[in-house]
Structure formats: structure tokens, C-alpha cells
């Protein structure tokens, strides 16, 4: 079974579970819950992507590493500057390629979601032009490309290295229910 379908369904209650938390999974969603939803990203986004350009390795397996961070398309949605970031502790582990995929596979698959409150987003008229969905609009027509992209990265994995890359795309959603968890508490 390709590693991408293993994730999915091993991540699927974690996902439901964050996804139930998350204001923008209503039908109906304001300007201000979208401003909210683009800063608590944007605090899990820049610390762990700089932790991923780190890698030395991890662009072998995925040379177009750097397009794929977002913290700087949520940072220009968000039209401010100072913003919170999740403390190191709340990151999960990406210290090696493999971990480092599994934290890209939970990163990436969010564009899912993305597409569905874009789409809900244009149809309320909260965002009626292109201004302030950068992230949400990832990358157009590319989008199944790169996805594929990733998906044979995960594929091209060793056996004995995809254990670490099912155990870091669970703690990625973990991390980022305790990052909304304290977030919401502010
Ligand atoms: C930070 C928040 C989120 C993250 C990290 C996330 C991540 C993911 C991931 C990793 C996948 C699986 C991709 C795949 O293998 O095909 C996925 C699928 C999906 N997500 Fe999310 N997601 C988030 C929020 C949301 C929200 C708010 C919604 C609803 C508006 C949503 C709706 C979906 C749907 C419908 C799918 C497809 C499920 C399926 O394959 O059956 N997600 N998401």
C-alpha cells in the first residue's frame, strides 16, 4: 500500500479530531475567524519550517523543499508582523528526513481543507477578490503535482525509515491540537 494511503488512514481520527476544534470547519465563516485561523497557522508554520530548512538532506528527496513553506504567504495574508509562534517544546520531532516527510505530509494534505473554506470563503464574499488567500490558494494548477511530488518521496522511503514517517505525521496533528489548544486560551 502506497506510504500516503497508510498515512491517511492512520491520521484519520487525529485530522476529525483537530478539524472539530477548528472554527473554520463551520459552514459559516467571518473575516475574523479566518484572520484568527491564518495566525494560530502562521505560529506552528515559521518554527517548524525553519526547523525543516535545517535538514541538510531533505532536499534530495524534495528539491522543491522551499516552495512548499508557507509562513511567508500566511505572514502577507495576515497583513501584520508581529505574530505568535508555538513555543520549540510544542513542534514535533523533524530531525531526520523521514520524520521530516511524515511533518510535510500533514502540512501539505491541509490544502484539502484549504480548498473547501476558499471556496466557502468566495462564495460568503469574506474574501471576494484575491487579496489575503496566498495560503489558501497553495498552488493552483501545480497543486497535483506536487502533491504527487510527495507522495513518491514517501513511497521512495526505505522500510525500516517508514515507521518514523507514520509516527511524526501523528505527532504533527497532536502538536497542532495542543498549539490550537493553547492558542484558544490566550
Ligand atoms: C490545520 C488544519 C488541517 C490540517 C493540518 C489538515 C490536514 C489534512 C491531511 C493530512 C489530509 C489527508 C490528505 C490525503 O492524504 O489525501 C486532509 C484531508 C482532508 N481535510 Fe484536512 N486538514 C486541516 C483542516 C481541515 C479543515 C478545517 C477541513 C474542513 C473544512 C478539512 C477537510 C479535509 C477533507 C474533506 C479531507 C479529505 C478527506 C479524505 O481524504 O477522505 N481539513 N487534511
Known amino acids: 500500500m502506497p506510504l500516503r494511503n497508510e498515512l491517511r488512514a492512520g491520521t484519520r481520527e487525529l485530522h476529525d479530531d483537530l478539524e472539530r476544534r477548528l472554527p473554520v470547519s463551520r459552514d459559516a465563516v467571518d473575516l475574523d ?3 484568527d485561523h491564518l495566525a494560530f497557522l502562521f505560529g506552528f508554520h515559521a518554527p517548524l519550517e525553519r526547523r525543516l ?5 531533505l ?4 528539491p522543491d523543499l522551499e516552495r512548499r513553506f508557507k509562513a511567508d504567504a500566511l505572514r502577507a ?3 501584520r508582523i508581529e505574530l505568535p509562534e508555538a513555543g520549540n517544546g ?3 520531532d523533524c530531525r531526520s528526513c523521514a520524520r521530516a516527510l511524515g511533518v510535510l505530509y500533514v502540512l501539505e494534505g491541509a490544502g484539502r481543507g484549504a480548498k473547501i473554506l476558499l471556496g466557502r470563503l468566495r462564495r460568503d464574499g469574506v474574501l471576494p477578490g484575491p487579496v489575503g488567500s496566498s495560503y489558501l490558494e497553495g498552488y493552483g494548477a501545480d497543486a ?7 507522495c513518491d518521496a514517501l513511497d521512495d522511503l526505505p522500510e525500516a525509515q517508514r515507521d518514523a514517517a507514520r509516527h511524526a505525521a501523528e505527532d504533527t496533528f497532536s502538536a497542532l491540537i ?7 486560551r490566550r
Open 90 to 92: 510544542d513542534l514535533p
Open 144 to 150: 497535483g503535482a506536487m502533491w504527487q511530488t510527495l
Open 53 to 57: 530548512a535545517k535538514l541538510p538532506n
Open 59 to 62: 532536499t534530495h528527496q524534495l
Open 77 to 79: 495574508d495576515l497583513g
Open 33 to 35: 475567524v479566518y484572520r
Open 178 to 184: 495542543r498549539w490550537w489548544e493553547s492558542w484558544t
